[in-house]
């Protein structure tokens, strides 16, 4: 969640609030006060993973699969970038291709995400009309869908104070869904649509969808218009990504999904309930038990990469170790496209003065980022210097900056600004592994009752290319330098 695209000092309070588990309606949110571990993936059928050997891959290892976990890092396959806005060399954005995978599903869909527009010619439409699609294929051929259709949304609780329930965006489905002639259920076609809101403070970030428990995407984007070219209604050309995968991972992706399903509530209508009285005669009300086909309850092996899903939450902060365990990893290179890059909340203002803001008061990521330096390992940040975050960015920079000189290591670290919009969240490390997701180096993305998030990690070396590919791109073209605070000249 990068504090970049809040439409007015009220709503980045209400992030900040989130953050820090402060409700803005008494009665509509709840505090994530004795969450324990997340529930382990259990298919029916899996692939015997080994221990890896590569340094980095064992570095994510030993963490995700610590205490017992279960691991389904092995036999997977690298299949694309999901990206956002349009362009060029783009031509289809993210929501085109979700839709399109959304169409061909043989069984299930799951989708989460934290933010959605929703209406004709808003991001949100192209969901409900993939839906409405694959309904009617559907209807027309139930007998290729033995086992039915079971589509289920997701979404994240982002605080809005549109009504006291907090359901305003999942209410807001529903009505697209309607208005396009989709039951929530059909019985005779075992046609289910489940549309869930996550009701706790702080707010869950994590993006991803699973198809039919075999193929995996995680990424940074909301279902919001920002993310549409400036030639569309809404539009800013903000630019972000999810890392698409396919084999046993996906069932890790499918115990995230159910992680926050089994903490969500759910909204409920009328049959045939018409979309101008969605808000007046649906509710919300507890979610349906966590349950699926067995048709997508196996995982199917389809490569030879690794992967390591990186999900984090109040209890269980698996994400945090991981990452900190990958850069303690790192031998050589960095670089980090990262849409926030900021200190600890006191010392945001440490680009005017950074007294009282010494290293033992950094978040720790960049307390890892340091230590990795100290090893020669160089480190590059593409970050944006726009909006709320630009102020948070500026003073993690002159942080990590004056740091790194006290040490003698200012030649580890080198950092640029964007010359775009950009909400991505992306790194590679050594050339050999990349990260992608939700997680900002952002103290809301860290601390102990922080956002849910969720990123995904590969070794495959296609995947890593086209990372590294696009961070080049961007740090010789399409960004500038950062320039030195007056304290530091």
Same mark, same amino acid.
């Given at each position: 969640?990068?504090?970049?695209?809040?439409?007015?000092?009220?709503?980045?309070?209400?992030?900040?609030?989130?953050?820090?588990?402060?409700?803005?309606?008494?009665?509509?949110?709840?505090?994530?006060?004795?969450?324990?571990?997340?529930?382990?993936?259990?298919? *029916?059928?899996?692939?015997?993973?080994?221990?890896?050997?590569?340094?980095?891959? *064992?570095?994510?290892?030993?963490?995700?699969?610590?205490?017992?976990?279960?691991?389904?890092?092995?036999?997977?396959?690298?299949? @694309?970038?999901?990206?956002?806005?349009?362009?060029?060399?783009?031509?289809?954005?993210?929501?085109?291709?979700?839709?399109?995978?959304?169409?061909?599903?043989?069984? @299930?869909?799951?989708?989460?995400?934290? $933010?959605?527009?929703?209406?004709?010619?808003?991001?949100?439409?192209?969901?409900?009309?993939?839906?409405?699609?694959?309904?009617?294929?559907?209807?027309?051929?139930?007998?290729?869908?033995?086992?039915?259709?079971?589509?289920?949304?997701?979404?994240?609780?982002?605080?809005?104070?549109?009504?006291?329930?907090?359901?305003?965006?999942?209410?807001?489905?529903?009505?697209?869904?309607?208005?396009?002639?989709?039951?929530?259920?059909?019985?005779?076609?075992?046609?289910?649509?489940?549309?869930?809101?996550?009701?706790?403070?702080?707010?869950?970030?994590?993006?991803?969808?699973?198809?039919?428990?075999?193929?995996?995407?995680?990424?940074?984007?909301?279902?919001?218009?920002?993310?549409?070219?400036?030639? $569309?209604?809404?539009?800013?050309?903000?630019?972000?990504?999810?890392?698409?995968?396919?084999?046993?991972? %996906?069932?890790?992706?499918?115990?995230?999904?159910?992680?926050?399903?089994?903490?969500?509530?759910?909204?409920?209508?009328?049959?045939?309930?018409?979309?101008?009285?969605?808000?007046?005669?649906?509710?919300?009300?507890?979610?349906?038990?966590?349950?699926?086909?067995?048709?997508?309850?196996?995982?199917?092996?389809?490569?030879?990469?690794?992967?390591? *899903?990186?999900?984090?939450? %109040?209890?269980?902060?698996?994400?945090?170790?991981?990452?900190?365990?990958?850069?303690?990893?790192?031998?050589?290179?960095?670089?980090?496209?990262?849409?926030?890059?900021?200190?600890?909340?006191?010392?945001?203002?440490?680009?005017?003065?950074?007294?009282?803001?010494?290293?033992?008061?950094?978040?720790?990521?960049?307390?890892?980022?340091?230590?990795?330096?100290?090893?020669?390992?160089?480190?590059?940040? *593409?970050?944006?210097?726009?909006?709320?975050?630009?102020? %948070?960015?500026?003073?993690?920079?002159?942080?990590?900056?004056?740091?790194?000189?006290?040490?003698?290591?200012?030649?580890?670290?080198?950092?640029?600004?964007?010359?775009?919009?950009?909400?991505?969240?992306?790194?590679?490390?050594?050339?050999?592994?990349?990260?992608?997701?939700?997680?900002?180096?952002?103290?809301?993305?860290?601390?102990?009752?922080?956002?849910?998030?969720?990123?995904?990690?590969?070794?495959?070396?296609?995947?890593?290319?086209?990372? $590294?590919?696009?961070?080049?791109?961007?740090?010789?073209? @399409?960004?500038?330098?950062?320039?030195?605070?007056?304290?530091?000249?």
């Amino acid at each position: 969640m990068s504090l970049l695209r809040f439409s007015s000092p009220l709503r980045f309070a209400l992030c900040v609030g989130a953050c820090l588990g402060l409700s803005p309606a008494a009665g509509a949110f709840y505090l994530p006060i004795g969450f324990g571990r997340v529930a382990d993936p259990k298919p *029916l059928s899996a692939p015997d993973c080994t221990q890896p050997t590569d340094p980095l891959e *064992l570095a994510l290892w030993r963490v995700v699969t610590s205490q017992g976990r279960a691991d389904l890092s092995c036999n997977n396959s690298f299949v @694309e970038y999901q990206r956002t806005p349009r362009s060029a060399q783009n031509p289809q954005n993210a929501f085109d291709k979700i839709a399109e995978q959304i169409r061909g599903a043989k069984t @299930e869909v799951l989708l989460t995400t934290m $933010e959605w527009h929703a209406g004709v010619g808003h991001p949100g439409y192209s969901f409900a009309q993939a839906v409405a699609d694959l309904y009617a294929k559907v209807r027309a051929n139930p007998s290729a869908y033995p086992q039915g259709m079971h589509i289920r949304l997701a979404l994240g609780g982002f605080p809005e104070l549109s009504g006291p329930d907090g359901g305003a965006y999942a209410l807001a489905v529903v009505r697209d869904l309607r208005s396009l002639g989709v039951p929530l259920s059909d019985t005779a076609l075992n046609w289910q649509v489940a549309v869930m809101n996550y009701p706790y403070l702080p707010h869950s970030h994590v993006k991803l969808h699973v198809i039919d428990g075999e193929d995996l995407t995680v990424a940074g984007f909301n279902y919001t218009d920002w993310h549409l070219t400036r030639a $569309e209604a809404g539009g800013h050309d903000l630019h972000d990504l999810g890392l698409r995968m396919r084999g046993p991972i %996906a069932q890790q992706g499918v115990a995230v999904f159910d992680d926050i399903w089994r903490h969500s509530k759910q909204i409920g209508c009328p049959a045939e309930v018409a979309p101008a009285e969605v808000k007046s005669q649906c509710w919300i009300g507890d979610a349906d038990p966590v349950s699926h086909p067995d048709a997508v309850r196996h995982a199917v092996s389809s490569g030879t990469a690794r992967a390591f *899903l990186l999900y984090r939450r %109040a209890g269980d902060r698996l994400a945090d170790r991981a990452i900190e365990n990958l850069f303690t990893a790192a031998q050589s290179q960095i670089d980090l496209m990262e849409a926030d890059f900021s200190s600890s909340v006191p010392c945001w203002l440490a680009y005017v003065n950074p007294t009282g803001c010494e290293s033992d008061t950094f978040p720790v990521y960049m307390t890892a980022l340091l230590d990795a330096m100290e090893r020669g390992v160089h480190v590059r940040l *593409l970050t944006v210097n726009y909006g709320y975050g630009a102020y %948070a960015n500026r003073a993690g920079i002159a942080l990590m900056r004056d740091e790194a000189k006290k040490r003698g290591l200012e030649k580890f670290f080198d950092a640029r600004y964007v010359k775009f919009d950009m909400h991505t969240k992306a790194f590679t490390v050594d050339h050999r592994v990349v990260v992608a997701g939700s997680s900002n180096m952002h103290f809301s993305s860290w601390s102990l009752y922080g956002l849910s998030e969720a990123n995904l990690a590969t070794s495959d070396p296609a995947a890593v290319q086209e990372q $590294e590919d696009s961070f080049e791109e961007v740090w010789n073209k @399409e960004s500038v330098a950062v320039p030195l605070e007056s304290w530091q000249k």
